[in-house]
């Protein structure tokens, strides 16, 4: 089974947009292998996500993780991958080259050219020079790394100048998504200029795809590659069935916006999961009344009950924010997706199927 683990509550830096209560707290090492044990003792494999706060704040259980997870691996039959989520500041040659030989995938948040609008170190000052730096040293081991960028209503005015940032940086995998939660405020002028700003991104895609050279951008790219494949992506929220996250206390929660609310408490890493809850849980995973009759129901991230459950407070409520931008998103896409399939029919369809 796949769990996320939040090996500490602590962070080196301080986003703006940052909905996470950071506190001097760590994973204990009975709670990381008790954690590895429960990733091994259901399914075929064992995968396990090192999240934090900031998980390079804590190298060492990183390291006494994978060392771990192979041997059980050896011992089990068992296929053991990983990932790892960081903001890259605390990145070094020596960590790169024990994460390619676990075949670690890194995810690094970073804004691009927003950086410096968004997120600052903890304490204060810019972290854009730093992160560049870790993003070049990052690509140098991991040609495949993916940067991960958030885009809060201040950052929107550099948004289609990122993507191009990012790429000439070197990484062919980018994901943008929005800020929620109560620390940003959209405005209907940020709404309509981050409009402006997808639009100018599709142009850009449209030109690299003329330019025969392959770059994923989710949200855009995700949202034509799912239309055609006939994937729904509000199916990807599992609500704690398909990736759980673990608290450095090691409880288990079914995502990480439900983390202190023990009404949703899967279980822990000593006791195990509560099977019945999560089958509860689980089933609460449904399509919002609100959108049960809207022509765009399987293209759109309605009940992912994550998101919802940070804009709305109830995980089957979609906020007027994320209708609007999954409407954007979708009306964007399909115009670029037709204009590719125009260009070259053939490179479409195997880039996007
Ligand atoms: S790096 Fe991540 S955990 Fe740390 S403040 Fe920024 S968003 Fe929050
Ligand atoms: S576009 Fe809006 S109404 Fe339609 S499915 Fe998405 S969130 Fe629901």
């Known amino acids: 089974m796949n769990l996320t683990l939040h090996l500490t509550e602590n962070c080196n830096m301080d986003c703006s947009y940052c909905i996470r209560e950071k506190c001097p707290k760590d994973m204990t090492e009975e709670v990381l292998f008790k954690a590895c044990d429960l990733a091994f003792s259901r399914g075929q494999s064992a995968g396990l996500c090192f999240f ?29 991958s990983c990932k790892m989520t960081t903001n890259g500041t605390l990145l070094e040659e020596e960590f790169l080259e024990r994460a390619v030989k676990a075949d670690m995938g890194i995810g690094l948040s970073f804004d691009g050219k927003a950086q410096d609008v968004c997120r600052f170190y903890a304490g204060g000052g810019t972290t854009s020079s730093v992160v560049e730096k870790k993003a070049k040293l990052l690509l140098k081991y991991m040609p ?13 005015p550099y948004y289609a100048e990122s993507v191009r940032y990012l790429h000439d940086l070197g990484f062919s995998k980018v994901s943008f998504v929005i800020a929620y939660g109560n620390r940003v405020n959209w405005t ?54 398909r990736q759980m996250p673990v ?107």
């Open 52 to 80: 934090g706060g900031e998980p390079l704040l804590k190298k060492d259980l990183i390291y006494k993780a994978l060392d771990y997870c192979e041997a059980k691996s050896q011992q089990t039959g068992k296929r053991f």
């Open 144 to 156: 495949n790394a993916t940067a991960l960028a958030t885009i809060a209503p201040q950052a929107v």
């Open 188 to 241: 209907d002028d940020d709404l309509e200029a981050l409009r402006g700003q997808l639009e100018m991104t599709a142009s850009y895609l449209k030109e690299l795809f003329i330019r025969k050279e392959h770059f994923f951008m989710s949200a855009i790219n995700a949202k034509i590659r799912d239309c055609i494949s006939g994937k729904n992506p509000a199916e990807r929220c599992h609500l704690g069935v």
């Open 247 to 353: 608290t450095p206390d090691g409880d288990l929660y079914p995502c990480t916006s439900f983390i202190g609310d023990k009404n949703y408490l899967l279980g822990n890493v000593f006791e195990g999961i509560n099977d019945k809850k999560v089958t509860e849980i689980a089933r609460k995973a449904s399509t919002p009344e609100t959108c049960v009759n809207c022509d765009l129901v399987k293209r759109c991230t309605n009940s992912c009950g994550c998101s919802n459950r940070m804009n709305t407070g109830d995980e089957n409520k979609v906020s007027p924010l994320q209708c609007t931008y999954e409407r954007m998103l979708i009306e964007i896409s399909d115009a670029l997706g037709e204009e590719l399939y125009q260009i070259d029919p053939e490179r479409f369809a195997r880039e996007f199927s």
